[in-house]
């Protein structure tokens, strides 16, 4: 059985970026790092357990809550691909759909 690949949407990389450097901003570089790290270490995982993450709020998705940290990854699985579709702050609202590559 193949393991499946992970990839991440624009949208998602645009976010874990745009959190990195709020982060690094209001409190530190290394703080930022650390926080990035466990983010990409954390979805890294899904390579061995897709399902692991919730059931999403979205139709058709799941959820991961990154440890130690307020975010929250939202993915697709299909078949042998694992779509990062975003990266939200746990405090942020969710949007209703995601726009998922066919």
Do not use: C, K
């Amino acid at each position: 059985m193949t393991r499946p690949t992970i990839e991440w949407t624009e949208q998602a990389t645009r976010q874990l970026d745009q959190a990195h450097d709020y982060i690094a901003l209001s409190n530190s570089r290394e703080v930022a790092e650390r926080i990035t790290m466990q983010v990409v270490t954390t979805i890294q995982q899904l390579i061995a357990f897709p399902m692991s993450g919730r059931s999403g709020r979205v139709p058709g998705t799941r959820e991961l809550v990154i440890s130690n940290t307020p975010f929250i990854a939202a993915y697709a699985v299909d078949y042998d691909r694992i779509e990062i579709l975003a990266i939200y702050h746990g405090a942020r609202q969710w949007p209703e759909a995601f726009q998922v590559r066919p």
